[in-house]
């Protein structure tokens, strides 16, 4: 596609509900991240694949959350019994490989934990 | 541990003035990133900074990187509305460390 694209755009859970967030990379692009924006904060970096593989997860919260990209292209956030700590943009981004490529955002799920 | 500050966290401005953002970093990193962010949309890439003295300009905006002061300057020329935006620095090669934002607001 032409862009990152994230689904859903918005998305509120009940305390304690598992959620699902997905991010479709830039085709060919083979780095893939996903970063976590609370309200009036910049992003912070959650955890990296290239292609399928899992290079850093160290900056994942808790084990409530975990991260998959099973054929190198698609990626799925998950986050399993949500508190309301959650509530943040979750923004994915991808890159090409190489020291001169930069990231390229999508427009993040909005995540609101009631 | 890799630390980004950027001052001031709030700027209001003037159309047709002038200002510059700065971003602080505390270990040494050969890339830096600008980013802009509108309210409620995701980031825009303005600049890649890929090392010491590197200078770039697009439009109103232009960035600048000393690696050995560890310090980057985002310069604003002639201030316009549109231009009202959060912006962030980061720095980082695969893992991005992004800076606190500044938040700009430019008035008639």
């Known amino acids: 596609g032409a862009g990152v694209s994230q689904s859903p755009r918005y998305k509120v859970a009940k305390r304690g509900q598992d959620v699902a967030l997905r991010c479709d990379p830039i085709?060919?692009?083979?780095?893939l991240f996903w970063y976590q924006q609370a309200l009036g904060q910049g992003p912070e970096f959650l955890t990296y694949?290239?292609?399928?593989?899992?290079?850093?997860k160290s900056g994942l919260p808790s084990d409530r959350f975990f991260a998959e990209r099973p054929e190198g292209s698609v990626s799925t956030l998950k986050i399993q019994r949500t508190q309301q700590e959650d509530s943040a943009v979750y923004l994915c981004?991808?890159?090409?490989?190489?020291?001169?490529?930069?990231?390229?955002f999508g427009q993040g799920t909005r995540l609101t934990v009631v | 541990e890799l630390k980004v500050e950027q001052n001031p966290l709030f700027l209001s401005m003037q159309e047709g003035k002038n200002y510059t953002i700065y971003c602080n970093y505390s270990t040494t990193s050969d890339r830096l990133y600008w980013y802009r962010q509108d309210p409620g949309k995701s980031l825009e890439s303005l600049f890649v900074?890929?090392?010491?003295?590197a200078v770039k300009q697009e439009g109103r905006l232009m960035a600048s990187l000393d690696t050995k002061a560890r310090l980057s300057t985002l310069h604003i020329t002639a201030a316009v509305h549109d231009l009202s935006a959060t912006y962030f620095c980061a720095v980082g090669v695969d893992k991005l460390i992004f800076g606190t934002g500044t938040r700009l607001q430019v008035f008639p």
């Open positions: 900074l890929l090392s010491n003295g």
């Open positions: 694949f290239q292609n399928e593989a899992q290079l850093d």
């Open positions: 981004a991808s890159s090409r490989p190489g020291l001169r490529t930069e990231a390229f």
């Open positions: 085709s060919g692009h083979v780095s």
